[in-house]
């Protein structure tokens, strides 16, 4: 039992693959993943343009950065009323290095990757091991009955000259 408690504890820690490390509005590069923390007065009106007026945190893309201007590409959502494919709709938010608290790059973080993969790995070789060990036979008493033996009768050829 504290094994598994042990093993419930060190999963949160275990669990994520990326990881934020904190940048400066100059040094984001275009096409990666940030996350920004934006000022209130920057809320106020990034919020029409998000259809939102909660939004003191942004998740997107960098599509430009001029010296610290930053242009992201934000997700709003996916298209109402759409039947057969999802067509996500998404907004380009343009922020200012004074609207900016802080900025964070989005990393793949190696580390927990392979810890995590790993895991699942050990997780489905026990679960396979643990199966095969159990074996598949039945319990005694309760196998079909035999079939009756085939009798088979001989049957003589004759020739006729």
């Known amino acids: 039992m504290s094994k598994l ?3 419930l504890c060190v999963t949160p820690l275990v669990v994520g693959c990326y990881s934020y490390t904190p ?8 096409g990666s993943e940030v996350r920004v923390q934006i000022t209130g007065a920057a809320s106020d009106r990034v919020g029409p343009l998000l259809h939102s007026f909660d939004t003191r945190v942004l998740i997107g893309s960098v599509v430009e950065n001029n010296a610290g201007d930053l242009v992201l590409q934000v997700p709003l959502g996916a298209m109402p009323n759409v039947a057969e494919t999802i067509v996500p ?3 380009r938010i343009p922020i200012g290095p004074a ?3 802080s900025l964070e790059q989005r990393k793949l973080d190696a580390l927990r990757t392979t810890i995590l993969i790993t895991g699942i790995v050990t997780g489905i070789a026990t679960g396979v091991g ?3 060990r159990a074996g598949g036979g039945s319990d005694p008493g309760k196998n079909p009955d035999e079939p009756p033996p ?3 009768i ?3 050829r004759f020739r006729l000259p």
């Not at 940048?23 to 275009?30: K, L, Q, S, V």
């Open 89 to 91: 709709l998404q907004t």
């Open 154 to 156: 001989p049957i003589w």
């Open 23 to 30: 940048i400066t509005p100059a040094a984001a590069p275009t």
């Open 150 to 152: 085939i009798i088979r």
């Open 130 to 132: 643990v199966a095969l």
């Open 5 to 7: 408690r042990r093993t």
């Open 99 to 101: 609207d900016v608290v």
